[in-house]
Nanobody
C-alpha cells in the first residue's frame, strides 16, 4: 500500500518560515501527481499547492509567492517551503498523491483534498501540524 509521511511542522511566529517534507514509499514516486492539502481545525480540507511529474507547480492564491513546492524523485520526497507565514496558515498539512500521466493542476489537488481521505481517488498521509502565532 502506498504510504506518505509528512514531517517538518512546528510552531513559528508570524513572518517566519518552515519547510515540510513528504516521504513516499511503496510507490513509483515519479509517476505521481503530488500536492499539499491543509485543514484548519473545524474546517474542510483545501488544496494549496501541487507539482506534476515534470516539476510544474501550481498554487492557490492564498499562498502564491510565499509557499514553494518541489520534489526529489530520487529521494521519493516532496517539499513545501513556507515563507512569510501568517496566523491564518495555522493548520494540519497533508501531502496527497495521484498516479497519473495527465492533469496535475489545482483542480486535481482540490479533488485530492476532497476524495483522497475516502480512498477512492489517490492517497494522503497522516499530516503535520503547523502553528503560526501573531
Amino acid at each position: 500500500e502506498v504510504e506518505l509521511v509528512e514531517s517538518g511542522g512546528g510552531s513559528v511566529s508570524a513572518g517566519g518560515s518552515l519547510r515540510l517534507s513528504c516521504k513516499g514509499s511503496q510507490m513509483p514516486f515519479d509517476e505521481y501527481c503530488l500536492g499539499w492539502v491543509r485543514q484548519v481545525a473545524g474546517q474542510s480540507r483545501e488544496g494549496i499547492a501541487g507539482i506534476d511529474r515534470n516539476g510544474v507547480t501550481t498554487y492557490e492564491d492564498s499562498v502564491k509567492g510565499r509557499f514553494f513546492v518541489s520534489r526529489d524523485n530520487g529521494k521519493s520526497t516532496m517539499y513545501l517551503q513556507m515563507n512569510s507565514l501568517k496566523p491564518e496558515d495555522t493548520a494540519t498539512y497533508y501531502c496527497a498523491a495521484l498516479k497519473t500521466s495527465g492533469r496535475c493542476d489545482m483542480s486535481t489537488i482540490q479533488t485530492l483534498a476532497l476524495r483522497a481521505p475516502r480512498g477512492d481517488y489517490g492517497y494522503w498521509g497522516q499530516g503535520t501540524q503547523v502553528t503560526v502565532s501573531s
